[in-house]
């Protein structure tokens, strides 16, 4: 067991710092103990110290989950300053840098290992780590395993099982919003003790949170007036949608301000290249989409426009901690109109599946054999369904015990040997080069690549793939071969002898309906929010199960009365000019065959099978709809294909 008095000693060695904050001391000494832990700190607040420091007392491999490669990017070359070895696996490593991280895994030497959570899905992740001490397993964004959560992700309910089977010895799930029940399902599904989860509170003294109500109209001219009220300093003003950002900034720099746009449909460079010049301090604001501010760590930012409203009350959580990170006063403003209702509420019905994808889905993964075997992207264009709505529903499956995962594999594996066959084989034992031999006579040689044919290949060595991938990522390692995988499927077996599909159908139906209903209440709680006559901030962190006295530096505690919101203006169906859209349909009747596809695609909401089409986004009926609320355009299109009927 690790001294007890290193972690102090080592803080100051390695990390620079004197004293722990608030529950980190608590938080480490649980897992130094043996334990697995909880920790819900508020955004940075330090929970990145919580795995970083006791991976340098553990013995072995700290295996860390986080959803953001930016976040991974940034602690990487910040623990590789304080001479941590500190490695990531993700897509965009190149072939070398991919071998070399390898190497340093298999060797021992690395100490703390970022990956996505799908990672742990990955067959050829699997076979690279099975065996190897995993003293930690540190989830980050921890509250995506509940269903209960705002950010509910299938691949992290499988997070629990991956862990067992790696027999990693000790747990730390962290987040930076959970609810009272979102804390429950975490512990429950990393078998944490109630008493070693540490939530140090949500109350942040230095944040003054203020509501002002508007309609649309007024937006730029009341952001501009803000910015002009208050003394400068670092800006993040939040957005709905990609052109917002690009719209809103380009306003302010109209009205003399230094502001860049920020959203994930910029080329990659240039979203690095903005968001260093943020962090630098040579941009001071920023007009973004929320996929700015994850994983940032700019102590600085003394304000946070919500231009846009927040889709409840875990985004806005997130979003306004990354105010005032240094302990000064910040303010946090949100521009409350009720129309942006609409765009948020439409997301979320865009995402639901209709019966027609969710009964075809069905019927093809469980009238077809025990063995179920496809490709992800595939279910997902024919189908019309979002990958995360798919792997959803598997997980939905698979939760009810009518399915059960079996593996995930490649189904294109391919090598192009670095040196010919006798040199190749001169390198491995001669019971090895025979194994190898043998795999060498199921492939297929092409100029450069060959191509295995894998189950050729596992009936001719009586192997299963798992040896016989290892032995082809051998050569790799050694450098005899550059190997490529490609074509990723997942197997599963069906468990039920005869599954009711129609019962089935209408139980994973309801569960959709449940969430989006949940989805449907958060955004309908910020406006209450927006218009409460109570403590601004007591009413936001009663939320998440915390109770305050009224804080004193709120709008509300400061006198301001709410104002009362406008009126939402939702302009109606018959406003939109639709000229076009029935032959559009005729053309593309596998993207808009169905109301509610083309009801997506009028209230500008993407799908895999309008992906699929090559311009069809890009039509000027695309978004037509985009004001009017999903449920009125669908209940129209509805009406109209039965009177057709």
């Not at 500190?86 to 840098?97: C, I, K, N, T």
């Not at 069905?362 to 490709?375: K, M, P, R, V, Y």
Request: net charge negative; glycine share 6%; aromatic share 8%.
């Amino acid at each position: 067991m690790p001294d007890k008095t290193a972690p102090l000693a080592l803080l100051k060695e390695r990390f620079g710092f004197d004293a722990f904050r608030p529950g980190q001391q608590t938080v480490i000494e649980c897992l130094l103990d043996g334990r697995s832990a909880g920790a819900i700190f508020p955004t940075g607040s330090g929970k990145s110290l919580c795995y970083q420091l006791p991976s340098l007392l553990l013995p072995g491999l700290t295996l860390v989950i986080s959803p953001l490669l930016a976040l991974m990017k940034d602690q990487i070359d910040s623990l590789r300053a304080k001479g941590i070895q500190a490695e990531r696996l993700d897509s965009s490593l190149d072939e070398a840098d991919y071998r070399r991280v390898t190497d340093d895994i298999r060797s021992g030497t690395v100490k703390l290992l970022f990956v996505a959570p799908e990672r742990l899905s990955n067959e050829r992740f699997l076979n690279l780590i099975r065996g190897q001490n995993i003293s930690l397993l540190a989830v980050d964004e921890a509250h995506c395993i509940s269903s209960w959560g705002h950010n509910f992700r299938p691949d992290y309910l499988k997070l629990a099982d991956a862990a067992r089977a790696l027999k990693v010895e000790r747990v730390l799930a962290l987040t930076a919003t959970a609810t009272p029940q979102v804390a429950s399902d975490m512990a429950s599904a990393f078998d944490i003790a109630p008493a070693d989860i540490t939530n140090t509170g949500f109350y942040r003294a230095n944040l003054e949170l203020r509501v002002t109500a508007c309609n649309d109209a007024e937006r730029p001219a009341l952001l501009v007036e803000r910015l002009k009220q208050r003394p400068a300093g670092a800006t993040i003003v939040y957005v709905s949608l990609q052109r917002h950002a690009e719209e809103v900034a380009e306003h302010l720099q109209q009205a003399g301000f230094n502001a860049a746009a920020y959203h994930a449909g910029m080329a990659a460079e240039k979203r690095v290249a903005t968001q260093e010049a943020f962090m630098q301090g040579r941009t001071p604001i920023i007009c973004a989409t929320i996929a700015f501010g994850m994983g940032i760590d700019k102590s600085d930012i003394r304000y946070i426009y919500h231009y846009h409203m927040a889709k409840g009350y875990e985004s806005y959580m997130q979003e306004i901690g990354r105010a005032g990170r240094d302990g000064q006063p910040s303010v946090c403003e949100l521009f409350a109109c009720p129309d942006d209702a609409t765009t948020l509420e439409n997301f979320v019905y865009g995402d639901t599946p209709d019966s027609t994808s969710l009964r075809g889905l069905l019927d093809e993964l469980l009238t077809s054999g025990n063995e179920i075997d496809f490709a992800l992207t595939d279910l997902s264009r024919r189908f019309d369904m979002r990958q995360l709505v798919v792997s959803t529903l598997l997980t939905r499956l698979e939760l009810a015990g009518i399915i059960r995962s079996v593996g995930h594999y490649y189904g294109s594996i391919r090598f192009a040997p670095k040196v010919d066959s006798k040199r190749l084989l001169a390198q491995y034992p001669s019971n090895q080069a025979a194994f190898l031999k043998k795999v060498f006579s199921c492939c297929s040689k092409a100029k450069k690549w060959v191509t295995l044919d894998m189950d050729k290949a596992m009936a001719h060595t009586g192997q299963d793939r798992g040896v016989i991938l290892r032995a082809l990522e051998s050569m790799e390692h050694k450098d005899l071969a550059q190997l490529q995988l490609a074509g990723y499927r997942q197997r599963f077996e069906l468990l039920a002898d005869t599954p009711d599909i129609d019962a089935l159908s209408a139980e994973i139906a309801t569960s959709f309906e449940t969430h989006e209903h949940m989805e449907i209440e958060r955004i309908h709680r910020m406006l209450d929010y927006a218009q409460g006559d109570r403590c601004l901030t007591a009413n936001l962190l009663e939320y998440f199960g915390e109770q305050i006295q009224d804080c004193g530096h709120c709008s509300i505690c400061q006198g301001d009365a709410p104002d009362e919101l406008p009126a939402r203006q939702t302009p109606g169906m018959n406003s939109c000019d639709l000229t076009g859209f029935d032959e559009l349909i005729k053309a593309h009747p596998a993207a808009l065959g169905r109301p509610r596809q083309q009801a997506r695609f009028l209230c500008g909401l993407n799908s895999p099978a309008v992906s699929a089409v090559r311009g069809l986004r890009g039509k000027a009926l695309f978004a037509r709809c985009a004001e009017v609320p999903f449920a009125e355009v669908l209940k129209n299109l509805e009406r109209s294909t039965s009177n057709i009927e």
